[in-house]
């Protein structure tokens, strides 16, 4: 599962750059990036829905979803620069990587913390009384959901005093429900962000942005360029010597 965030945003990656300049015959590249923003939302969207029974569905989501971000990183990262002065291209570049990793880190800011939070609070909703009922002591429930916060090896939960192998599994199937709730309300969260990538999507002036995508290149280093001249003269001068 965890391959599957990094690998589907390489493969969108890899396959938006020639599908989209194909599909460009007949989809302008604003369509392309509102159709990718869709997809990408709704199966963010659906993972909320995804149980841990559900193995396949969650890695086919995973991978779809994070393909879109690949595509939509293609079209975006590669024809912003493109919408202003040639000579601003590289400034164009830079603004749009930092805004990208500053829009990153707040999102993960966000994530971290609704993680944090709703943990702790099904660690003592749920988890506590689960492991109450299954037999645990109730003097050592808080170093046991200490140890499970830390995620501590198996071994070392089982010298807790009155913690059994049975006891264990039951707590660690509750523990592992707690976080698919609290994973079901990141991806909820994650909605709101698909939309404002829609809506940015639908605001873009698509003929603007498609009469920049074209082969002429503002800057050539050979063959008729800023650097001819050089190169003549340099010729001139080693038919002197």
């Not at 869709?38 to 994070?66: L, Q």
Request: with cysteine.
């Amino acid at each position: 599962m965890s391959c599957t965030v990094v690998g589907g945003t390489l493969f969108g990656q890899a396959l938006a750059m020639p599908l989209t300049r194909f599909l460009t015959r007949w989809v302008p590249l604003k369509w392309q990036l509102v159709t990718a923003c869709v997809i990408f939302t709704s199966f963010i969207g659906g993972m909320a829905e995804v149980t841990v029974n559900h193995k396949g569905r969650a890695i086919a989501f995973s991978i779809i979803s994070s393909s879109m971000i690949g595509v939509m990183e293609v079209i975006t990262m590669a024809g912003a620069p493109l919408q202003i002065d040639s000579k601003d291209m590289g400034l164009a570049t830079g603004v749009v990587s930092t805004m990208r990793g500053v829009l990153a880190t707040i999102s993960t800011s966000v994530y971290s913390a609704i993680l944090s939070t709703k943990v702790k609070h099904y660690l003592t909703t749920e988890v506590a009384p689960a492991a109450i009922q299954a037999g645990v002591p109730v003097k050592v429930v808080p170093t046991l959901l200490e140890g499970l916060a830390n995620h501590a090896p198996v071994s070392s939960l089982l010298k807790i005093p009155g913690i059994t192998p049975n006891i264990l599994e039951v707590v660690e199937s509750v523990m592992v429900s707690s976080f698919a709730k609290t994973f079901r309300l990141i991806y909820l969260v994650s909605l709101a962000f698909g939309g404002l990538a829609i809506i940015f999507a639908f605001s873009l002036d698509g003929e603007a942005f498609d009469s920049k995508l074209t082969d002429a290149i503002a800057r050539k280093l050979q063959h008729g360029s800023v650097l001819h001249g050089v190169v003549d003269e340099r010729h001139d001068t080693e038919k002197v010597s």
